[in-house]
Every structure is written in C-alpha cells, then in structure tokens.
C-alpha cells in the first residue's frame, strides 16, 4: 500500500469541520497529542464513530484496519477507499495480507489505527482480544498508543436503533515505548495493552452517573439479551420504547436512561450477559443428539465474499444451527457447515453475521428483523469448546 499526499490534505480539510460536528452531536471533549508518526494506535471500541474520535486526537492520517464488509458496500466502500484508504480485513481474522500492508504504512513512516477487540462492544465492557495484537505490537517496534474512548457506550448502545445525547471523552490513556516493548515479553505487551484500553461503561458511570436521554432507548434490546433470566428460554425477548420482556414467560423490565435496568434479575447488561454467557454452558450442548434445532431464524439475506471490494448475493434464507452443523436453507437451495469447518466469526451491526470456512468461503447473513446475532456467535463457539469473544 501507498500513502497518498491526498489523505493528509482530505484529513486538514474536512477534520475542523468533522469535529465540531462531533461536539456538538455527542458532547465529545477530545484531548489532543502532539504524537508524531510512525506509531500504532490500539482503541476500545463502543461506536461506529470511535474512528473519528482517534483521528481527531491527531494531526497526521489514520490508516485504519477496517471490516471488509465497509470496503465491499457498492458505492460508500470506493468512496471511502478513495479518501481515506483503510486497511479492510475480514472480521474474524487477522491475516497475512493486512500485516504486509500495515508493515507497509508504518515504513513510508504513517501511523496506523486498529480496534483490537475487533467489535463494538455489545453490554458495556471490553470483549476478548486476540493475543496476536501483541505479537504484531513487538514486530513493528514502533510507539504503540492505548487510546480510551469514554461515554460512547451509552450513547449508542450496539444494539439499540436510537442514538442518545451523550458525553464522550477521547483521550491518549498511555504509550508504550518502543524500548519497553524491546524489554517486555509477548504476554506482558499483551496484559499491558488489555489494561491499557480495557474500558467499562458501568464503572465509568458509577464515577459520572450521568443520563443519556432519548426515545425508544429499549428497542433493540433483544439483538443483545438473546436469554430469559426467569425462565431459561432462549431468543423469546421483544422490546418497545423503554421497556423488554419475555415473550416466553411475561417477565419484564425496564431501561433507564443512566443504563440501568430495574424489574428484573439484574440492573446492569453487563451482568446479564455473563449470566447468559454461562446459561449455554448450563445447556451441556454436546449432549444434544445431532438432528436436534438448537437455534431456527427466518429472514436471512444471504451473501457470499468475493474479494474485499465485492460480495454475490445469494438470497433469502432461514438458519438451523445443530450440534454438528450450521444450515443455511431455502426452498431452492441449502449450505451445511460442519461446525469444525467454522474458523471464524463475525458480527456486523446489530443483525449481521459472518462466518469464515476452512475452505477460505465466506458467508455474510444479514436479517432485517432484531435478530440476535450474537447468539449464534456464542452457541457456536460453546459448541466448538472456544473462548467467548463478545
């Protein structure tokens, strides 16, 4: 990859602009650095506009390690490749491909941005990072800044359709020198990068206690909580305006606009989503014989990856997950994926997955209806015997 003298005359001509509109719409109070490039800027992410903020901290281009599904969108992925020339990558991976071109960046002396978690987060705190972050932190021997972005969860929530008035704050938290890196091990730049970006949203609200206001701050809420607590169903939560219940056993609560919930088991999403985190291993999966649905949503519209750039669609289709496959199926056609076959996945959006195979295919669903996603993501890893990622 080339840097383009456009993307540091694009970033003075439109940053003044971008950033004042950015304090006005989220109330951003965005501290400055004087950090000059080559150097990796490593962020927690909560919004979709969490690269702005970093990009606003600094004077030179970002060059952003991006999800491919942005690049492949017909016309705003050209435009955006055009202007400001990210590095797409596959959601669920990390690959050869992106390290070149990172590499590439860092030795025509750019600075390059990556969101580790590769995520936005979904209940407020931080989701699971890979440790190949710090492997490629020690490679590029260069400054590696941990950014902290503060305020953005609650201002819009990953799973909500609304988006609220809000205080973020962006900020430089701290820099790794390229000495320290030299002297620290792969697990100790590892441990220093998760505490160094690590961010909950619950904690920094216990201190801030402040009120996001807006309408309708529930809906949506099911593409998250995909687990009743009262009575152990799965997908059976619906929402409207400020309110969500179990459609299952009538169990219902309420959102408040300090990110709080009150009329059930628990007042916070971030506990919450542990509890359902362990209600699946609570399900003892593998013990469920093969022909058994574990999970069933209709709607799907289905995609197959062409390159970075481009995607074939490939129709509407349902989803059946099973112990030992993945079917995707309409009246016309059907996809099984063993679930050994499922080497990576990804979320896009609130209502979008991504699954990665070990023959290289790649298959983006997306469902027009508040599906959860992330429940997917989560049986199918359980399954697998793998870590929780988000």
Same mark, same amino acid.
């Given at each position: =990859?080339?840097i383009?003298?456009r993307?540091?005359?694009?970033?003075?001509?439109i940053?003044?602009?971008?950033m004042?509109? =950015?304090k006005?719409k989220f109330g951003?109070?965005?501290?400055?650095?004087?950090?000059?490039?080559?150097f990796?800027?490593l962020?927690?992410?909560?919004t979709?506009y969490?690269a702005f903020f970093?990009a606003?901290?600094f004077?030179?281009?970002?060059y952003?390690?991006m999800?491919?599904?942005?690049s492949s969108?017909?016309?705003?992925g050209?435009?955006v490749?055009?202007?400001?020339?990210?590095?797409p990558i596959?959601?669920?991976?990390?690959?050869?491909?992106?390290?070149?071109?990172?590499i590439?960046?860092?030795n025509?002396?750019?600075a390059?941005?990556?969101?580790p978690?590769g995520?936005k987060?979904?209940?407020?705190d931080m989701?699971?990072?890979k440790?190949?972050?710090a492997?490629?932190a020690k490679?590029?021997?260069?400054?590696?800044v941990l950014?902290?972005i503060?305020?953005?969860?609650?201002?819009?929530p990953?799973w909500s359709?609304?988006?609220?008035?809000?205080k973020?704050?962006?900020y430089?938290n701290e820099?790794i020198s390229?000495?320290?890196l030299?002297?620290?091990?792969?697990?100790?730049v590892?441990?220093?990068?998760v505490?160094?970006i690590?961010?909950?949203?619950?904690?920094v609200?216990?201190k801030?206690?402040?009120?996001?206001?807006?309408?309708?701050?529930?809906?949506?809420?099911?593409? =998250?909580?995909?687990?009743?607590?009262?009575?152990?169903a799965?997908?059976?939560?619906r929402?409207?305006?400020d309110?969500?219940?179990?459609?299952?056993?009538?169990?219902?609560?309420?959102?408040l606009?300090?990110?709080?919930?009150?009329g059930?088991?628990?007042d916070r999403?971030?506990?919450w989503?542990?509890w359902?985190?362990?209600?699946i291993l609570d399900?003892?999966l593998?013990k469920?014989q093969?022909d058994?649905v574990?999970l069933?949503?209709p709607?799907?519209?289905?995609?197959?990856?062409?390159?970075?750039?481009?995607?074939?669609?490939l129709?509407?289709y349902?989803?059946f997950l099973?112990?030992?496959?993945?079917?995707?199926?309409?009246?016309?056609s059907?996809?099984e994926?063993?679930?050994?076959?499922?080497?990576?996945?990804g979320?896009?959006g609130?209502c979008?997955l991504q699954?990665?195979?070990s023959d290289n295919r790649?298959f983006?669903l997306?469902n027009?209806?508040?599906v959860?996603a992330?429940k997917?993501?989560?049986?199918?890893w359980?399954i697998?015997n793998k870590?929780?990622?988000?």
């Open positions: =990859m080339k383009k003298n993307h540091k005359f694009i970033k003075n001509l940053a003044p602009c971008l004042c509109s =950015m006005n951003l109070v965005l501290e400055k650095s004087k950090l000059k490039p080559p990796l800027i962020a927690n992410h909560t979709d969490d970093v606003g901290a004077k030179c281009p970002i952003f390690v999800s491919d599904h942005v969108i017909p016309v705003a050209k435009l490749k055009f202007f400001v020339r990210p590095l596959t959601k669920s991976s990390l690959d050869a491909g992106v390290v070149r071109e990172i590439s960046v860092v025509q002396g750019g390059v941005g990556i969101f978690e995520n987060s979904f209940a407020g989701s699971y990072i440790p190949t972050i492997k490629l490679k590029l021997n260069i400054p590696v950014f902290h503060e305020g953005g969860y609650f201002s819009q990953r359709k609304t988006k609220r008035k809000a973020i704050h962006a430089v820099v390229p000495k320290e030299e002297q620290l091990s792969i697990d100790e590892y441990n220093r990068i505490d160094g690590r961010i909950n949203a619950y904690e609200q216990e801030e206690a402040l009120h996001f206001y807006g309408k309708k701050i529930a809906e949506g809420i099911e593409t =998250m909580l995909y687990a009743c607590p009262e009575c152990g799965i997908g059976t939560i929402s409207k305006d309110r969500f219940w179990c459609s299952a056993c009538g169990d219902s609560c309420t959102y606009d300090n990110g709080h919930i009150v059930g088991k628990f999403l971030d506990e989503d542990r359902q985190k362990n209600h399900l003892n593998n469920r093969n058994e574990i069933h949503d709607n799907w519209i289905v995609l197959e990856k062409i390159n970075k750039y481009k995607n074939k669609k129709g509407t349902e989803t099973f112990t030992d496959r993945l079917l995707i199926a309409n009246k016309k059907r996809i994926i063993p679930i050994p076959n499922i080497v990576g996945i979320i896009e609130t979008g699954i990665s195979c790649v983006r997306k027009v209806a508040p959860s992330l997917y993501a989560n049986f199918i359980t697998q870590t929780i990622r988000f």
